[in-house]
């Protein structure tokens, strides 16, 4: 634990120092609030090196795991209602997406609620997230979905109202979360190793994207109906 506790420190410990440094000595800007400053950044530390300690211990296995017994489900068409069911939760519980999700509604003085665009956002994800789990199961290669999706994408962005366009994108981002990845990437890779003739090199990766285009693409259809 000592080790990877220094692990954390080496990955924060740099940007905090280089911001703190250009703020004092190029901005020449005092520093407020000293002793909160530094409260701040042992909590920052603290959480951190718990929150990774406790991917490894928890939801990397556990996506692992499900991922791997997924087979013994002996319906593909099950185990991909599986994998949206897993996507949509998920996302869900991202953070980064409530947080997306408030500006939004603030920016739009309520005309984009909140709880609307998540769900529409979640609904992507998870369906992007199907499309990842039926590529691993029929053994289609990543260039037959992923192409086609992005001219889809193109085609919804020509539609779409214009506010809604950077709305879409940043929904997409914002899905690539502390949450979201761990444990969409493990159940993808523990359903790639398990299955005979698959890759998990070759199968196991690329669901992340498939995700996020299925988000932005979700959310472009609900600017164009609401528009409509």
Do not use: R
């Not at 000293?34 to 909590?43: A, D, K």
């Not at 530390?45 to 296995?61: H, I, N, S, V, W």
């Not at 769900?119 to 037959?144: D, E």
């Not at 090199?201 to 498939?210: C, D, E």
């Amino acid at each position: 634990m000592l080790k990877d506790l220094f692990g954390t420190f080496k990955s924060l410990t740099p940007i905090v120092l280089g911001l703190l440094l250009f703020q004092l000595l190029v901005l020449k800007s005092p520093l407020e609030k000293p002793q909160s400053f530094i409260g701040g950044y042992l909590l920052s530390l603290a959480g951190l090196f718990l929150f990774l300690k406790g991917l490894t211990l928890c939801l990397l296995p556990l996506g692992e795991s499900v991922g791997a017994n997924l087979i013994s489900l002996d319906s593909k068409f099950w185990i991909i209602i599986v994998g949206f069911v897993i996507g949509y939760l998920a996302t869900l519980a991202e953070p980064a997406l409530h947080a997306l999700a408030m500006e939004a509604e603030e920016i739009s003085v309520g005309v984009l609620p909140k709880q609307v665009l998540i769900h529409a956002v979640a609904i992507g994800f998870g369906t992007g997230m199907a499309l990842g789990i039926a590529k691993i199961l029929f053994q289609i290669p990543s260039t037959t979905i992923i192409i086609p999706l992005l001219f889809i994408t193109i085609i919804l962005t020509y539609f779409a109202p214009e506010g809604i366009v950077g709305i879409a994108f940043d929904s997409a981002s914002a899905t690539t979360g502390p949450i979201n990845i761990p444990i969409n990437m493990a159940v993808a890779l523990g359903l790639s190793k398990v299955l005979a003739a698959s890759d998990p090199l070759l199968n196991g990766f690329g669901l992340v994207g498939l995700t996020s285009l299925g988000a932005a693409i979700s959310v472009l259809i609900m600017g164009i109906i609401v528009g409509i």
